[in-house]
Every structure is written in structure tokens, then in C-alpha cells.
């Protein structure tokens, strides 16, 4: 099982993913940020791929790229999207915060 979602701590909102083994990770500090639309962010050596490239090799199609979208999310949002997913996620000096408090938080 894999689940994409808000994470709620004392400083404000993360936007995270958390999969069935025992991967944890942020996707993006702003939810507003991660807005690339991926179909699956299930596999996370994906998120350095173009978007195209995850539909071909999932959907043998054409990356169907919603131009209108895009622009509603960057007039109405301020934020516009990357080339790839992994643009929007942030670069730690230290261990991912989610990460860490997932494993402090583990109640097995």
C-alpha cells in the first residue's frame, strides 16, 4: 500500500509519501508545490523522469500534458511546473524530517 498526503507538525503543513515498505519521505515542504501531476509516485526512482517517459513505459501512450491546467495552477496558484517531480522535492542537509519522525513514531 502507498499513501501520498498531508503531514501536520508544529511548523505548518508537508505534503509526504509513505509506502508499504517502510519508505517515508517529503515530497514537497508547500502542498502547493507538488502540483506536477504524476500519475503514480508509487516508485521513487520515477521522479527524476520526464513525465512522458513514466506514460510511455506505464501506458505504451502519449504523455497526455494538460496545458490548461498548467496554466490555471500557475495564474491562480502563483507556482508553475517543473520538468520533473523531483524538482519540487527539497534538498535536506540532514535526514528527511518525515522520515525521522516516522521512525521515532513507529509503534510496532
Do not use: Q
Amino acid at each position: 500500500m502507498v499513501a501520498a498526503g498531508l503531514w501536520r507538525f508544529d511548523e505548518g503543513l508537508r505534503y509526504v509519501f509513505a509506502g508499504s515498505e517502510g519508505e517515508a519521505f517529503v515530497l514537497a515542504d508547500d502542498p502547493l508545490d507538488y502540483n506536477v501531476g504524476y500519475e503514480t509516485i508509487e516508485m521513487r526512482g520515477h521522479l527524476d523522469d520526464l513525465p512522458n517517459v513514466v506514460c510511455e513505459d506505464y501506458h505504451h501512450g502519449p504523455w497526455p500534458d494538460t496545458v490548461e491546467v498548467k496554466n490555471w495552477v500557475r495564474a491562480a496558484l502563483g507556482t508553475d511546473y517543473p520538468d520533473t517531480a523531483a524538482e519540487l522535492m527539497p534538498k535536506y542537509t540532514g535526514d528527511d524530517p518525515f522520515a525521522v519522525w516516522v521512525a521515532t513514531n513507529n509503534r510496532n
